[in-house]
């Protein structure tokens, strides 16, 4: 210990201010062993031996002398004197000891910049990723999994793509929302699907809606409209009423089904209830579709007419008649200022509601082919016309062009049945058993 011990009245680099050097005793320990802590040896810290942590040997403690050296270093000396005792220190260091203190800067000199900052600012530089580069930073610590996944920066995220899922009216996690979208969009791409049967109707099954959420209506040639949650494959409401078949059925509200039949009527059903609300009157052969835009709603019949209808009132607004045969399908644009009408005539027919049904353009035979089972306008892109039929073949126009933009061979002399779309796809259902997924850009 007599080594260790330094003269009383040794003098500092500053001058001639003496420093008293004091031996180190018990009472000092506690609060060498705090100054210290982070330069402690521990199990863990990284060797350049291959030795495994477990086979190491237990850690001493320091002894007497050490603790002397740390008190002086910590109480006694000068910047100029800490500064001379660590040069000729690291000169004893091996190579091993040498890269464990190079491993105890890096860690003391790194900064969590990104957690230091203001959230703002945090989120502001956090925007700028993408989505995958996000996943990852969250992989990083718990707060940048905090900071990555806030909802301020997936929200725009999905601003930025089309979502396709239901969004609640105040979503709790838009990453969530992303990442259902994600599994949607590829699921669609990759074919993967879960088949649920529902088993209730006793005769054919002539048409479905989907609420976008969790509820399917159909109707059938049983005279029924059922209601199901496609979720657990239960049955929640069957509604009867009608005389005959059920040909068309669309949800109008979260409460409100309204339904077409072959008994020439259209009923407005409460889907809480299950109860008829009104009964739509005016057709004088059975009703085979209906399109509902806002609260407009529009229905084809055999009758050879389309009528539009106000369903706040349940009122009729206009007749648009024109075709020479039953009209089999109908659809409105997305304002319900557009209509158009397919026919067994072979004429798909464009009107405007707005000028006491004013026919805009007629899409004649040689144009169209066999008669007309579906006719829909898409949302997106705008300004095109999706026909499907008799003769197998899914075709989409241009409105201002009387000739087909592209031509879709569905199916090998089968009718198509139906048909759903989007700015992206084409989806028909064939009499030949088979469903189709469509680009819509490169068929």
């Known amino acids: 210990m ?60 320091l002894p007497t002398n050490a603790w002397q050296l740390l008190h002086w270093y910590s109480n006694c000396w000068n910047d100029v004197e800490r500064n001379e005792f ?23 000199q790194s900064r969590d910049y990104l957690s230091l900052l203001p959230e703002h600012l945090a989120l502001r530089i956090l925007s700028f990723l993408t989505p995958v580069d996000l996943l990852t930073c969250a992989k990083v610590s718990r707060m940048w999994n905090i900071l990555s996944s806030h909802n301020k920066i997936w929200r725009v995220k999905c601003q930025l793509v089309k979502i396709d899922i239901p969004v609640p009216a105040s979503p709790t996690s838009w990453k969530k929302i992303y990442k259902e979208n994600v599994f949607l969009k590829s699921n669609w791409r990759e074919g993967n699907f879960k088949v649920i049967d529902l088993r209730g109707h006793t005769a054919k099954v002539h048409c479905v809606a989907f609420d976008g959420q969790s509820r399917l209506a159909s109707g059938s040639k049983d005279n029924t409209v059922r209601l199901w949650d496609i979720k657990s494959g239960q049955l929640i409401h069957t509604f009867r009423g009608h005389t005959k078949g059920v040909w068309s059925v669309k949800f109008f509200t979260n409460h409100l089904l309204v339904s077409g039949s072959y008994d020439n009527t259209i009923k407005v059903w409460n889907s809480r209830s299950g109860a008829c609300t009104r009964t739509l009157l005016g057709h004088e052969g059975c009703v085979w579709d209906l399109a509902l835009k806002r609260h407009y709603l529009a229905s084809a019949s055999q009758d050879r007419s389309v009528k539009i209808w106000d369903l706040d009132s349940c009122t009729l607004m206009h007749t648009l008649a024109g075709h020479a045969q039953a ?29 006491s049904g004013q026919q805009m353009k007629l899409f004649g035979v040689e144009a169209v082919g066999l008669k007309i089972d ?57 009499a030949d058993f088979r469903i189709r997924i469509w680009n819509f850009h490169t068929p």
Request: charged share 25%; hydrophobic share 35%.
């Open 2 to 61: 007599d080594d260790y011990v330094c003269s009383e009245h040794q003098v500092s680099a500053k001058g001639d201010a003496p420093y008293e050097y004091h031996p180190v005793t018990e009472d000092d320990f506690p609060k060498l062993v705090k100054s210290t802590s982070e330069i402690q040896l521990t199990r863990a810290r990284p060797t350049l031996s291959g030795t495994s942590v477990r086979n190491l040997p237990p850690i001493s403690p």
């Open 86 to 108: 660590l040069h000729k220190l690291l000169k004893k260091f091996d190579a091993r000891q040498l890269y464990y203190v190079s491993c105890i800067l890096a860690i003391k």
């Open 327 to 355: 009209v089999f399908c109908v659809d409105m644009d997305k304002e319900a200022t557009t209509v158009i009408s397919g026919s067994a005539d072979r004429s798909v027919r464009i009107w405007n509601p707005n000028h």
């Open 374 to 430: 579906n006719a829909k306008i898409p949302d997106k892109p705008r300004g095109l016309l999706v026909t499907a039929g008799e003769e197998g073949l899914v075709k989409y126009w241009k409105l201002h062009s009387k000739h087909s933009h592209q031509t879709l061979k569905a199916s090998h002399g089968s009718q198509v049945n139906s048909i759903y779309f989007d700015e992206t796809k084409i989806v028909s259902a064939c």
